[in-house]
């Protein structure tokens, strides 16, 4: 459940299904700068969730 729940801490639903457009948000990048997907607008990208990041198993 930790990806619907970062996704509606995004404001986003947890429907989303593949292929569809991605909904404007906004996230952290690696170094902790705040990224707007308008300004990727152009540039291919891969938004990818760690669902059982920091978790054992």
């Known amino acids: 459940m930790a990806?619907?729940?970062l996704?509606?801490?995004l404001g986003l639903s947890a429907t989303l299904q593949p292929g569809s457009?991605?909904?404007f948000f906004s996230a952290p990048d690696q170094?902790?700068?705040r990224v707007t997907l308008a300004e990727l607008r152009g540039h291919p990208i891969v938004l990818y969730f760690y669902p059982k990041d920091?978790?054992?198993g």
């Open 3 to 5: 990806v619907r729940s």
């Open 7 to 9: 996704l509606l801490g």
């Open 21 to 23: 457009p991605a909904p």
């Open 31 to 33: 170094s902790g700068k």
């Open 54 to 56: 920091g978790t054992p």
